[in-house]
């Protein structure tokens, strides 16, 4: 109330730690992605701009821009992407809808309770259980044969072999990242039909629109921040993610950036060129981060004045 | 007063407000007001919502600081030193009981900073407790009290401080009528045995007529009248102070004097003789009589100060008829009488006679006038008398 | 059959179906991880019998070194992520709640920021941090507390604020009222009201944490600091008995019995399930 540096010294400590393990972190990768490499391959961060080297920044916006092997890889994870998104709309957009429109009383706990529990289910635990049942001898594998799905998918060319779900499909991967996000869109999904007005779509029928009518003219566009909101949430690590890939498929063919990131900064020793890939990453992803922040603090502040 | 002395107290819970400001950004909530609570006062600030009083009250606890003016405490002012540092205290709306404390927990709060031994201590919070009649009930917890038992531990907690003035933000306002009734006389019993400065916020005017020494009534920010209930109910001395502490039946007319030192007020045909108020005036001004002393009477009854109406209404208030009657000229006035067991004295579309004595008739100056109790809606700041 | 599908009064069983078949398809490929952990032979894919060899045999999760190891640094990391994190947010989100004036935006914004970061840009750069500006620490165990650290301090300070912002001002104001100084409001009035918030995100850090994968692999400095996500992440692709399920199984138990608990005393002390349900939400 009164002394107002109470409050700033309590949040001191915070932004501290924030400043130096987050702000300075980021600058460390700026500082080598515009740095250079010695003789051993280790990075030399750069840490004054005027000193700055944008070589292998160069290097890697060169290859982007002439279609080289990153630009690939970014068009293949953009690709990844929106259809893994499109999908995890499919499956995500109506549970959330029955799960915030139709489902009362008690059951509306359990329904909850099943939705939010994937969040809490390690990642990698969720796609070691795919890996055993979609291996050779897998479960999953074995019921694909025999309903004859699989034939389907190798005549459509989205499977190469019998059996060879985790053998560099990019079919698994996407389903695989489908089934990894789509429980962290249909929260928001649930949040935001949840708070749309029943008695705005009772008007609408009231008025002579039929059921789809009244979804298609009230229900989806009030819905529409929650669906955006949502996409951005997931997209985010959608294009950061590399472990999915690595773990379903194991194929350079289904490479993706992050992947590709991955390879040069942790697995190998080109780091400068791995930073300046991250770099081009974040600013990719800055629009999406930015809309995001924007729509959720004004929402926060709503709540706070309310 | 003698409790004060007793207590060997030189501080006797004097406050005094001089020119106080708050503007919120654009807003001025509170504008340049004076006010002066002599120590020991029941003292009232009532208005509608917006007219400031709150502000006012939270400026004088400290939890908001004034853009300016001055606060003063026994002569000191405390306008800009933080609320733990000052010996009043507050009793607020919601009473703010500390949910992890039991009763006793939340009385004796800031006892801790008073370095009392744990049993002086303990007996202080018994006795304020008792004070206000929640012996038994130290042990309990806030969410397991009604309404007007933790208003009282509210009471109870800022009391046991025995702070100079004690501050109370329309601290009745959660309860229902009868408990109401029987918790004002209760402070205004207790305010007279402590003899404690009180500074009362409400907008309830019959609160602040029952329990008031003196009321200020505050209006966008100002003072419009401050004095006693009396004072402020029969003597009002603009027509926002006349309509907001009751039915004020307003007539229009011009003014002149009547050669005998009374103010004679032409409405329409009509002349009235009134006697109260801002009686030298001249030119357009507006009369005010009180529903209860208009006496209502035979349909053409002689006599001045009188006119002719219609009854539109007659509503039953249980212990009074209140009557709309529509006069020559239009307007509605009010009137009410008294239940004295009679069948209705007036029926609905009856003709009657207002009779509006002129000792009841109060003229109400539409500029400021150079008197003691001049405020007017538009003027500057205000010195209350005293 | 028309007529059992529009029935304007029924549930509308077309989304009855897509929502049940999607609640199996999540779930049941879990469960069915989970039961293989009680395989009673060495395979993952099939069914041998019944049995609890790779919980507590010699070379179950109770007994193997490597996986004893890796469920230790995993609890061991998450103690400390929570025994840091926690206080690091709650006095942010005290500060920020009541902060006035330049600043505070920018402080707000660089809070929310690891939220939306992916992981793996924020991996490489601590993993950058830590190679060129600590080198001094190496990596291991403190560079990947202090990397979670990092990402869970943003929770923190999200369910704290929901809950001051439920909370009001008006307890403070109180406390000032009768004689308290601002770190006695604190202490004695805020904190005990935020508590269960407090509690709510501890458990919240102490689950993410386990169950982080890039940021504590990034900062690994060697098998001594392996957690179960890495070696989940390393052997899944391999050969492995159903001791990996089991291991995972572990985690899964002990995070869901963390969350349950939190969620039980955040439900007594606060708002009752809603309340939970809102904070789970926030997330």
Redesign the interface.
């Known amino acids: 109330?009164?002394?107002?540096w109470?409050?700033?010294?309590?949040?001191?400590?915070?932004?501290i730690?924030?400043?130096v393990?987050?702000?300075?972190?980021?600058y460390?990768?700026i500082?080598?992605a515009f740095g250079n490499e010695d003789t051993y391959s280790a990075?030399i961060?750069y840490w004054n701009p005027l000193d700055w080297n944008v070589g292998y920044m160069l290097d890697v916006l060169q290859d982007i821009w002439n279609r080289g092997q990153y630009f690939t890889v970014f068009v293949r994870t953009f690709e990844f992407v929106a259809i893994a998104l499109g999908l995890s709309l499919l499956?995500g957009y109506?549970?959330a809808?029955?799960?915030a429109r139709?489902v009362h009383g008690r059951w509306r706990?359990l329904?909850?309770l099943?939705?939010?529990?994937?969040?809490?289910?390690?990642?990698?635990?969720?796609?070691?259980?795919?890996?055993?049942?979609l291996?050779p001898?897998?479960?999953?594998t074995k019921f694909l044969h025999y309903t004859g799905i699989d034939q389907i998918f190798i005549s459509l060319g989205l499977l190469a072999n019998e059996g060879g779900w985790?053998d560099g499909q990019p079919v698994t991967v996407i389903l695989a990242l489908v089934?990894g996000y789509?429980?962290f869109l249909i929260?928001p999904l649930?949040?935001s039909l949840d708070r749309i007005d029943q008695r705005q779509i009772e008007a609408a029928r009231d008025l002579g629109a039929g059921?789809f009518s009244a979804f298609r003219r009230v229900t989806l566009p009030l819905s529409m921040p929650g669906i955006l909101a949502g996409c951005v949430?997931i997209a985010?690590?959608m294009?950061?993610?590399?472990?999915t890939p690595?773990?379903v498929s194991?194929s350079p063919k289904t490479n993706i950036i992050?992947n590709q990131?991955?390879q040069l900064?942790?697995q190998g020793s080109e780091?400068v060129t791995?930073?300046a890939l991250?770099l081009v990453?974040?600013a990719a992803?800055l629009v999406?981060?930015i809309y995001?922040?924007r729509t959720?603090?004004s929402a926060g502040q709503e709540?706070?004045e309310a | 007063m003698s409790d004060h002395e007793l207590r060997g107290d030189e501080l006797r819970g004097e406050v005094k407000i001089e020119e106080l400001t708050k503007a919120f950004g654009e807003v001025v909530a509170v504008d340049g007001i004076d006010l002066h609570m002599p120590p020991g006062e029941f003292f009232t600030m009532l208005g509608p919502s917006g007219c400031g009083k709150t502000t006012t009250l939270r400026m004088i606890a400290g939890f908001e600081r004034p853009t300016s003016g001055r606060i003063l405490l026994d002569g000191v002012d405390v306008a800009h030193v933080p609320p733990h540092k000052r010996n009043v205290n507050t009793v607020f709306q919601s009473y703010a009981l500390f949910p992890h404390l039991d009763v006793a927990g939340n009385v004796a709060f800031g006892l801790k900073y008073r370095r009392l031994s744990k049993d002086e201590s303990k007996t202080r919070v018994a006795d304020a407790l008792e004070l206000v009649q929640l012996g038994g009930f130290a042990r309990r917890k806030p969410g397991q009290l009604s309404g007007g038992q933790q208003q009282r531990v509210a009471l109870a907690r800022a009391l046991v401080l025995t702070p100079r003035v004690l501050l109370l933000d329309e601290p009745l306002g959660a309860l229902d009528a009868r408990l109401r009734k029987g918790l004002q006389v209760e402070l205004k019993t207790l305010q007279a045995e402590l003899g404690i400065t009180f500074v009362f916020v409400t907008h309830d005017q019959e609160e602040a007529l029952t329990m008031s020494d003196r009321v200020a009534v505050m209006n966008g920010g100002r003072v419009e009248q401050a004095g006693s209930p009396r004072e402020v109910y029969e003597e009002p001395s603009t027509e926002f102070v006349a309509d907001f502490l009751g039915v004020s039946n307003l007539l229009s007319g011009t003014a002149a004097t009547d050669g005998n030192g009374n103010c004679a007020l032409k409405v329409g045909e009509r002349t009235f003789r009134a006697m109260q108020g801002a009686v030298s005036t001249r030119g357009e001004a507006k009369a005010m009589i009180r529903p209860e002393r208009i006496v209502v009477e035979q349909h053409d009854t002689p006599g001045d100060n009188r006119l002719p109406g219609l009854v539109e209404r007659a509503v039953f208030l249980g212990n009074s008829f209140e009557l709309h009657v529509r006069v020559v000229g239009g307007d509605v006035l009010k009137a009410f009488m008294p239940n004295d067991g009679t069948a209705m004295p007036a029926a609905e579309g009856a003709a009657v006679t207002l009779h509006l004595p002129a000792e009841a008739l109060r003229v109400l100056a539409p500029s400021p006038a150079p008197s003691e109790h001049a405020p007017e809606q538009t003027a500057e700041p205000v010195v209350s008398s005293d | 059959m028309r007529a059992w599908l529009r029935n304007p009064w029924g549930q509308p069983r077309a989304l009855v179906v897509v929502t049940g078949g999607y609640i199996l398809w999540s779930l049941v490929p879990v469960v069915i991880a989970i039961m293989f952990a009680f395989n009673a032979g060495r395979s993952r894919t099939t069914w041998q019998g019944f049995s609890f060899r790779w919980f507590t045999g010699p070379v179950g999760v109770f007994h193997d070194p490597a996986l004893q190891g890796a469920l230790k640094h995993t609890l061991f990391l998450a103690v400390i992520c929570v025994a840091v994190a926690t206080p690091l947010g709650v006095t942010l989100a005290l500060g920020l709640q009541r902060w006035r004036g330049h600043g505070a935006g920018t402080v707000n914004t660089v809070m929310l920021l690891p939220l939306v970061t992916p992981e793996i840009v924020m991996g490489v750069a601590l993993l950058l941090l830590f190679l060129k500006v600590f080198p001094g620490l190496g990596l291991g165990t403190v560079p990947q507390a202090i990397g979670q650290v990092t990402f869970t301090l943003s929770y923190v300070v999200v369910i704290v604020r929901g809950r001051l912002v439920s909370i009001g001002r008006e307890y403070e104001e109180a406390a000032a009222d009768l004689g308290a100084p601002p770190h006695d409001q604190i202490l004695r009035v805020v904190l005990p009201l935020l508590a269960p918030a407090i509690i709510a995100s501890a458990a919240v850090v102490f689950a993410l944490s386990i169950d982080d994968f890039v940021v504590t692999q990034y900062l690994a400095g060697g098998a001594s600091t392996t957690t179960v996500s890495m070696l989940l992440y390393a052997t899944a692709r391999g050969a492995p008995t159903p001791a990996l399920n089991a291991i995972a199984t572990v985690a899964l138990v002990i995070t869901l019995a963390t969350l349950s608990l939190a969620f039980f005393v955040y439900k007594r002390f606060a708002g009752g399930g809603d309340a939970a349900v809102a904070a789970a939400m926030e997330i």
């Open positions: 109330m009164r002394s107002r109470t409050w700033k010294a309590l949040s001191a400590p915070g932004v730690w924030l400043s393990f987050f702000l300075v972190a980021f460390a990768v500082a080598v990075p961060p499956i109506p549970v809808y029955y799960a139709h706990g329904v909850l099943c939705l939010i529990l994937p969040f809490w289910i390690n990642y990698l635990m969720r796609m070691l259980a795919w890996i055993n049942l291996s001898d897998g479960w999953a985790l089934y789509v429980p929260l649930y949040a059921p949430l985010l690590p294009f950061g993610d590399y472990y690595d773990l194991a992050g990131i991955d900064t942790r780091k791995g930073a991250t990453l974040s992803m999406l981060m995001y922040l959720t603090r709540a706070a």
